[in-house]
């Protein structure tokens, strides 16, 4: 019998708590990422009022300098702590795939100077349209459409681009390239993509609307990544008969695999939070697990190195945070975490080497306080440990201070 009969995993992409370890290792436009801390310099530069979040114990997460506008609790209602991770990256799909349950020891391939022409050249025979060249490097999403967009919508170039991510990205102004389209050529790329020395992370669809000066991409995104190289603890799960619902771009993430409820994706953050909360209350939903992922504070804020953005970002989850708890059973367990950092006031545009926070409520909790300093994967494996499945490659399960 489950400890807990369903529990709720939120990532909050790309909410870093401090620099890792080994974050030194990492670089960020030449500068390396022992510095970054995408909450703290939030926290410390613009502010930050999470009081729903305090209470479960996110001030009392072990730092060399406390959150400076988020007070540790004296009681506070929930575990917290923060975990490491092993894997060699730190882009969305690495973080995911390791708080599963993999370790990632060889990263993706990335292309700081733009894709080789090979590819470029077959994206043009198989979808008839021309590539713009001078687009074929890392770029700010909002940027190379600002850049680019009016010259699309007289030729009717695709705009390809990548980022410090093992990503292809297709851009498309919708009344131009339809949405169907641009899909059929994502595809395409995808079926390219698949093996060194091209082996990327994801194909991203990244439709937009607007005239020049004023372009929006829509949530029409798409996408297509390639399944993990090892079953997860969520196909563990599936295997076993146990409900696995997605919310946001998760079954994306792991293309699919372990995935038996797919709620959509989400058209903001907060629409993400009515999927989850649309799962809750479900009444099919009697035991297992969701996975949900609320992409804004990395896509709108920390990549655009926007920390006033982020903590309002940060405000708002936040203020919907007793929405999610109001909807949770006696014997639920919600766990809170992130996937990597994206402090939006470090150098460059690109993700950071950071420590993420996990907090964790149940209304059945006796107790409260820290837990030791862990490993992404050791969310995981705790989940396993709770249903009784085999846990994934690595990770050590705190299920049992979870009390």
């Known amino acids: 019998m489950s400890k807990f009969n369903r529990m709720h995993l939120i990532v909050l992409d790309s909410v870093g708590i401090g620099a890792a370890p080994d974050a030194n290792n990492f670089v960020n436009a030449g500068v390396p990422d022992g510095a970054s801390d995408t909450l703290g310099h939030i926290s410390k530069t613009v502010g930050l009022n999470v009081p729903n979040m305090a209470k479960l114990g996110l001030g009392n997460i072990p730092r060399e300098q406390p959150l400076k506008t988020v007070p540790a609790e004296s009681n506070p209602?929930?575990?917290?702590?923060?975990?490491?991770?092993?894997?060699?990256?730190?882009?969305?799909?690495?973080?995911?795939?390791?708080?599963?349950?993999?370790?990632?020891?060889?990263?993706?391939?990335?292309?700081?100077?733009?894709?080789?022409?090979?590819?470029?050249t077959q994206i043009e025979e198989f979808s008839g349209r021309k590539v713009i060249r001078e687009a074929n490097k890392p770029y700010s999403g909002t940027a190379v459409i600002d850049d680019f967009g009016p010259r699309q919508m007289e030729t009717g170039?695709?705009?390809?681009?990548?980022?410090?991510?093992?990503?292809?990205?297709?851009?498309?102004?919708?009344?131009?390239?339809?949405?169907?389209?641009?899909?059929?050529?994502?595809?395409?790329?995808?079926?390219?993509?698949?093996?060194r020395p091209a082996l990327l992370g994801r194909i991203i669809a990244r439709p937009y609307v607007g005239k020049p000066g004023n372009f929006t991409r829509t949530s029409n995104r798409r996408d297509l990544a390639i399944s993990p190289f090892a079953p997860t603890v969520l196909d563990k799960l599936n295997e076993a008969g146990i409900d696995t619902y997605s919310v946001g771009k998760i079954s994306d993430i792991f293309n699919g695999e372990g995935i038996n409820h797919d709620m959509g994706h989400n058209k903001s953050n907060n629409h993400g939070v009515d999927n989850l909360i649309k799962a809750m209350t479900s009444e099919d939903f009697k035991h297992g697990f969701s996975f949900t992922n609320l992409v804004d504070f990395d896509a709108l804020y920390g990549h655009r190195r926007n920390p006033q953005g982020?903590?309002?970002?940060?405000?708002?989850?936040?203020?919907?945070?007793?929405?999610i708890i109001a909807a949770m059973k006696e014997d639920d367990l919600l766990?809170?975490?992130?996937?990597?950092?994206?402090?939006?006031?470090?150098?460059g545009t690109d993700h950071t080497r950071e420590y993420i926070p996990f907090l964790a409520y149940s209304p059945s909790f006796k107790c409260s306080g820290l837990i030791p300093v862990g490993h992404f994967a050791d969310i995981s494996a705790t989940i396993a440990d709770n249903f009784g499945v085999e846990k994934a490659m690595i990770g050590e399960s705190f299920l049992d201070k979870l009390v």
């Not at 917290?80 to 020891?105: P, R, Y």
């Not at 991510?165 to 595809?187: F, G, K, S």
């Not at 903590?311 to 007793?322: A, G, K, M, S």
């Not at 766990?335 to 150098?347: E, L, Q």
């Open 310 to 323: 982020y903590r309002d970002c940060l405000h708002e989850f936040d203020e919907r945070l007793p929405e």
């Open 77 to 120: 209602t929930g575990y917290a702590t923060k975990l490491e991770e092993v894997s060699l990256g730190k882009d969305t799909m690495t973080g995911h795939w390791e708080i599963m349950g993999l370790n990632i020891t060889e990263p993706f391939d990335t292309f700081w100077n733009g894709f080789p022409e090979e590819i470029l």
């Open 335 to 347: 766990m809170i975490t992130a996937d990597h950092g994206n402090d939006p006031t470090y150098a």
């Open 157 to 195: 170039e695709l705009i390809i681009y990548t980022s410090a991510d093992p990503v292809l990205q297709i851009a498309a102004h919708e009344d131009i390239i339809p949405v169907e389209e641009l899909y059929r050529i994502c595809e395409f790329a995808r079926s390219i993509t698949l093996e």
